[in-house]
């Protein structure tokens, strides 16, 4: 409970204290050596307590308010004194329910659900500890919350759903447990969307997850563009390929800026391969009417390897497998192993 602190308070006295150690250490010399040395650790251990009590006091305080029911002035007080920062929230306005969600603890947790506990507590910021247990990866805590009526489409003040949360933990299992009780895959238009954070992240199994349950692979955000942009930004190879393999729009990135542009600029050598071969245009321009080998680092490899596309056109099987699979359709892809094709050239539709 006692949050760590690093605390150089107490060691940092001692080079000043040292002088007039030296001096004492003269009037003291009879003594046997090292007993001189007791005052000083005496009264640093005397404050380290002292630290201890007063940090002890405070969580008792706040406890205590949180017994009484007061949440808001408990996280108040939290706040003020541990200012945790970076974005943490206070522990204080949080359940027990969110703590053992938090941390995992399924015993803790069904004990509490058994207790009358509300599997949809919510903090002032309208964390539930669903939101928590995905966060964390504790899929068993999901698991029993969601059986105790947690509300899987559950949004924070900040619209992050606890999809959003599991995406962003890369834990797939959470996610597969949240898409079958009926989480909604896509969010509303303006909230943090599970597929760019998966894609962002290179949580390529949450991004398949996704798409199966029926995110749009194509879902452009305005100032974010689409999750394959995101993907190529953050340099994710295998969320590229997975969301290019589930028929995402090669050419669609943030406004006129394409993935190949994103690659480019982040001399992604092996993006910029898996995105030619998806047939990216060499010659999309962006809003500054550059093509993607003018964004690239000068004299990077990735402008070497687009000036060489421009010279080798694709070959003849490669745009056949384009056409192809445009002919079949995005909604449709996942039925090329059904058709009646040798193996070979099913594996190669696929780009397997
Ligand atoms: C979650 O939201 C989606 C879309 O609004 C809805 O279809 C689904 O039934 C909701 N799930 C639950 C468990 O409320």
Same mark, same amino acid.
């Given at each position: 409970?006692?949050? *760590?602190?690093?605390?150089?308070?107490?060691? @940092?006295?001692?080079?000043?204290? /040292? =002088?007039?150690?030296?001096? !004492?250490?003269?009037?003291?010399?009879?003594?046997?050596?090292?007993?001189?040395?007791?005052? %000083?650790? #005496?009264?640093?251990?005397?404050?380290?307590?002292?630290?201890?009590?007063?940090?002890?006091?405070?969580?008792?305080?706040?406890?205590?308010? %949180?017994?009484?029911?007061?949440?808001?002035?408990?996280?108040?007080?939290?706040?003020?004194?541990?200012?945790?920062?970076?974005?943490?929230?206070?522990?204080?306005?949080?359940?027990?329910?969110?703590?053992?969600?938090? $941390?995992?603890?399924? #015993?803790?947790?069904?004990?509490?659900?058994?207790? &009358?506990?509300?599997?949809?507590?919510?903090?002032?910021?309208?964390?539930?500890?669903?939101?928590?247990?995905?966060?964390?990866?504790? %899929? @068993?805590?999901?698991?029993?919350?969601?059986? @105790? &009526?947690?509300?899987?489409?559950?949004?924070?003040?900040?619209?992050?759903?606890?999809?959003?949360? /599991?995406?962003?933990?890369?834990?797939?299992?959470?996610?597969?447990? #949240?898409?079958?009780?009926?989480?909604?895959?896509?969010?509303?238009?303006?909230?943090?969307?599970?597929?760019?954070?998966?894609?962002?992240?290179?949580?390529?199994?949450? %991004?398949? /997850?996704?798409?199966?349950?029926?995110?749009?692979?194509?879902?452009?955000?305005?100032?974010?563009?689409?999750?394959?942009?995101?993907?190529?930004?953050?340099?994710?190879?295998?969320?590229?390929?997975?969301?290019?393999?589930?028929? @995402?729009?090669?050419?669609?990135?943030?406004?006129?800026?394409?993935?190949?542009?994103?690659?480019?600029?982040?001399?992604?050598?092996?993006?910029?391969?898996?995105?030619?071969?998806?047939?990216?245009?060499?010659?999309?321009?962006?809003?500054?009417?550059?093509?993607?080998?003018?964004? *690239?680092?000068?004299?990077?490899?990735?402008?070497? !390897?687009?000036?060489?596309?421009?010279?080798? =056109?694709?070959?003849?099987? $490669?745009?056949?497998?384009?056409?192809?699979?445009?002919?079949? &359709?995005?909604?449709?892809?996942?039925?090329?192993?059904?058709?009646?094709?040798?193996?070979?050239?099913?594996?190669?539709?696929?780009?397997?």
């Amino acid at each position: 409970m006692i949050p *760590a602190h690093a605390s150089p308070g107490p060691l @940092a006295v001692s080079p000043r204290a /040292a =002088p007039a150690h030296a001096a !004492m250490a003269e009037l003291l010399e009879s003594r046997p050596f090292g007993s001189q040395y007791t005052n %000083v650790y #005496l009264s640093i251990f005397a404050l380290f307590c002292f630290k201890l009590f007063v940090k002890i006091s405070l969580n008792i305080l706040t406890h205590f308010y %949180v017994v009484k029911g007061n949440r808001k002035e408990a996280a108040r007080i939290a706040f003020e004194f541990y200012d945790f920062g970076q974005g943490h929230r206070s522990w204080a306005d949080r359940s027990p329910l969110h703590e053992a969600a938090c $941390q995992g603890r399924l #015993l803790a947790l069904k004990t509490l659900l058994s207790q &009358g506990y509300s599997a949809n507590a919510i903090t002032i910021d309208l964390v539930t500890p669903l939101h928590e247990a995905c966060l964390g990866d504790h %899929v @068993a805590c999901a698991r029993a919350l969601i059986e @105790a &009526g947690a509300n899987v489409n559950a949004t924070t003040i900040d619209g992050v759903t606890p999809l959003f949360n /599991a995406c962003s933990a890369g834990s797939v299992t959470c996610t597969e447990v #949240l898409l079958e009780h009926g989480a909604k895959p896509q969010p509303e238009i303006c909230q943090p969307s599970p597929l760019h954070e998966a894609s962002n992240k290179g949580r390529a199994a949450c %991004v398949e /997850a996704l798409i199966a349950w029926g995110a749009d692979v194509d879902h452009d955000i305005p100032h974010l563009g689409t999750p394959l942009y995101i993907a190529c930004l953050s340099q994710e190879l295998q969320c590229t390929e997975k969301l290019l393999e589930n028929g @995402a729009n090669v050419q669609k990135g943030r406004f006129l800026e394409t993935p190949l542009h994103a690659a480019s600029q982040k001399d992604s050598t092996e993006i910029i391969k898996v995105l030619l071969e998806f047939g990216a245009n060499i010659n999309a321009r962006n809003l500054e009417l550059k093509r993607p080998v003018e964004t *690239a680092p000068p004299s990077s490899l990735a402008e070497s !390897m687009l000036l060489l596309h421009e010279a080798t =056109p694709c070959s003849l099987s $490669q745009l056949c497998r384009l056409n192809i699979r445009n002919y079949v &359709g995005r909604s449709r892809l996942h039925f090329i192993p059904q058709l009646k094709l040798p193996t070979l050239l099913k594996r190669f539709l696929q780009y397997r």
